[in-house]
């Protein structure tokens, strides 16, 4: 079983930064791409930010220069800094992780597995 948790959201001024961890657990063998969504209110989930497991990353235009994605592959987290948070930046976030993992009964490598972390609020006051 493989599960990831979100920590890092809250309420912040615009202007202000937060930053966002995302650690994942269970019978992990490796990870591939970990990505980091959001969702407002009434809209569809969206890409945030992407890196690959040899760190090459991707940005949505809304986001570029100001977010920064990266991972520690000791702890099997990804994080996502966010400065200059602007109102239109208050949503739900989410990581995703593609996942290889190691079945305990036979040992076998499974995967990859697409999983979610349950989302962290972030809201941007202006």
């Known amino acids: 079983q493989v599960q990831l948790v979100e920590s890092g959201g809250g309420l912040v001024q615009a202007g202000g930064s937060l930053r966002l961890s995302c650690a994942a657990s269970?019978?992990?063998?490796?990870?591939?791409?970990l990505g980091w969504y959001r969702q407002a209110p009434g809209k569809q989930r969206e890409l945030v930010a992407a890196?690959?497991?040899?760190?090459?990353?991707n940005y949505a235009d809304p986001v570029k220069g100001r977010f920064t994605i990266s991972r520690d592959n000791a702890k099997n987290t990804v994080y996502l800094q966010m400065n200059s948070l602007k109102p239109e930046d208050t949503a739900v976030y989410y990581c995703?992780?593609?996942?290889?993992?190691?079945?305990?009964?036979?040992?076998?490598?499974?995967?990859?597995?697409?999983?979610w972390g349950q989302g962290t609020q972030v809201t941007v006051s202006s």
């Open positions: 995703n992780a593609g996942i290889n993992s190691c079945n305990p009964g036979t040992w076998a490598v499974e995967g990859p597995v697409n999983y």
């Open positions: 890196i690959t497991s040899d760190g090459s990353t």
């Open positions: 269970g019978s992990i063998f490796s990870i591939n791409a």
